[in-house]
Every structure is written in C-alpha cells, then in structure tokens.
C-alpha cells in the first residue's frame, strides 16, 4: 500500500456567505479538515489543495474575491500540490491531478473538503473509476441545502451513493486511526 494523499477541495472563505449558499450542516467540518490537514503534515504525507475558481458572475468562489481564498484552517499549509478547478471534479483542474499522482506511485487517496454531494463526491466517485483506494472522510466535508432537500439529507445520500461501490466512507477519526496504525506498522516509516 503507497502512503495516501490528502486532497482537501474548496475549503474557501467564499463558503461562509449564508445569504448566497443557505443552511448547511456539520459546523464541525473544518476542525476535522484541519486535524486531518495537520496529521498529514506531521507524517510528511502528500497533501493537495484544490481551489474552485468560479467563472460565474456573482459568485463568491470567483478569482480575485476574498472568497476566493482558502480558509484559516488551511493556514500554514505546506501542500505539494495547489491548483484550480471550473467544474466539480479536482481531477479535471488546471492540473493532471491523475498524472500527478500516478508519477509518485500514489493509489489511494482520502478526499474531504467543500460541497460534500458536488466537488467532494465527485472527485472521490472519479478517483474511484481510475482504479484509486478512495477513502471519504465524510465528517470532514459540509454542504448547503437544497431546494426540498435538507443538507443532512444530502449527506447521507453521499455516503450511501459512495460506500462500497466508489470509495469507502469513514470519520475523521478512524482515518487517523487507521493512519496511525499503518504508520507505526513493522516495515513501515
């Protein structure tokens, strides 16, 4: 097994706007975004940020907004890899992010991040489709309602459309768990 990256999607300043995006759930996400962002680091594990650069007037993702900006609990991040992205997947960025990861012999991968039923279950469902160990931190990511759907609902609906068949769906606490106990493996580190 290849030590797992860290793909941290559209944790932006631009998501704390309620009057544009509406109710959301887990006010507990970023704390676990952060805890996972900072076991990464310790380890020197591979850590990617991935930004939504909305072309949508009016949007507060847009380039060259502050909600642009990633969020202070990405602060002191040391990624090795940051880019952009227009549509939902991180994998079709303005970086190769399959490419780039298959030339570091990475497999297996551990999305969380911002919305979880667009950006986040989008990439992990197309890592899934590329032959990537797709883990889901589920209680790292948040979304918004939507127009007869609660945000909750909308969550669960991600992990039930992703377990078993794109990614495995866990809390941030088992994956550092689980990291910890693969790093401190015989033959590991």
């Given at each position: 097994m290849t030590e797992p990256a860290l793909i941290l999607i559209d944790v932006?300043?631009?998501?704390?706007?309620?009057?544009?995006?509406?109710?959301?759930?887990?006010?507990?996400?970023?704390a676990n975004m952060k805890a996972?962002?900072?076991?990464?680091?310790?380890?020197?594990?591979?850590?990617?940020?991935?930004?939504?650069?909305?072309?949508?007037?009016?949007?507060?993702?847009?380039?060259?907004?502050?909600?642009?900006?990633?969020?202070?609990?990405?602060?002191?991040?040391?990624?090795?890899?940051?880019?952009?992205?227009?549509?939902?997947?991180?994998?079709?960025?303005?970086?190769?992010?399959?490419?780039?990861?298959?030339?570091?012999?990475?497999?297996?991968?551990v999305v969380a991040g911002i919305q979880t039923n667009f950006c986040c279950e989008t990439t992990a469902r197309m890592g899934g489709n590329l032959g990537y160990d797709v883990t889901f931190a589920?209680?790292?990511?948040?979304?918004?309602?939507?127009?007869?759907?609660?945000a909750d609902e909308l969550y669960r609906v991600t992990a039930a459309n992703l377990a078993n068949q794109f990614a495995t769906v866990k809390s941030t606490k088992d994956v550092l768990a689980e990291l910890s106990r693969d790093r401190s493996a015989p033959g590991s580190g």
């Open positions: 932006q300043r631009g998501f704390d706007d309620p009057e544009f995006w509406g109710p959301r759930n887990n006010p507990g996400a970023e996972l962002l900072d076991a990464w680091q310790e380890r020197r594990l591979p850590v990617v940020l991935v930004h939504h650069d909305s072309p949508k007037p009016g949007s507060p993702l847009r380039p060259g907004q502050p909600g642009n900006d990633f969020k202070p609990e990405l602060d002191g991040a040391r990624p090795d890899l940051v880019f952009g992205k227009q549509v939902n997947s991180a994998f079709l960025g303005d970086v190769d992010l399959d490419a780039w990861l298959r030339r570091r012999g990475i497999t297996s991968i589920l209680d790292a990511t948040f979304t918004f309602d939507l127009p007869g759907v609660t």
